[in-house]
């Protein structure tokens, strides 16, 4: 598909190829940029085995990879559809999206209480207890001003 993509675009600029208007060439090229970016980075993916990578992350890292696979190749099955003529909104691909967002969501609050801090709930306590007011009692001696005279 890259190639058919390239060759419409090199031959729009030459002004030879009228299968579509010029004004889109712009982002006929940008998505063709984006498409080998996409290209390079599932190479570069497949490059290693997936027991190979997941070995070397943690539990909470290794779903995240396992939800980013899911989701990246659910959104290409979504633009798949599109391109076949099927409205991806009505099928099964939406709700199946959808439900990876919830799990992707869910290992963002954990990755988020990881990186909250701790309380120490007695230094806490002392804290508020320190900076709470306390009145004097009515009968307490005044302390004279030491040093000090009202002259």
């Known amino acids: 598909m890259r190639t058919v993509l390239g060759k ?9 190829n009228e299968d579509y208007p010029v004004e889109i060439h712009e982002y ?4 063709e940029n984006s498409i080998g970016a996409v290209d390079e980075m599932l190479k570069t993916m497949m ?3 997936r027991n190979e990578l997941l070995q070397k992350l943690d539990p ?3 779903a995240k990879v396992d939800l980013v696979s899911a989701y990246t190749l659910n959104s290409m099955f979504w633009v798949y559809l599109a391109t076949q003529g099927v409205n991806p909104k009505e099928h099964p691909v939406k709700q199946e ?8 969501n869910r290992v963002k609050e954990i990755t988020d209480k990881k990186k909250a801090g701790k309380l120490d709930r007695g230094a806490a306590s002392r804290f508020v207890k320190n900076a709470l007011w306390e009145p004097k ?5 005044k302390v004279a001003n030491k040093g000090k005279s009202k002259n």
């Open 28 to 31: 006929l090229s940008t998505f």
């Open 8 to 16: 419409l675009i090199v031959m729009a600029g030459e002004g030879i």
């Open 47 to 49: 490059s290693v085995s």
């Open 60 to 62: 909470l890292e290794q």
């Open 97 to 104: 999206l959808e439900r990876i967002r919830v799990y992707m």
């Open 137 to 141: 009692p009515k009968n307490a001696p």
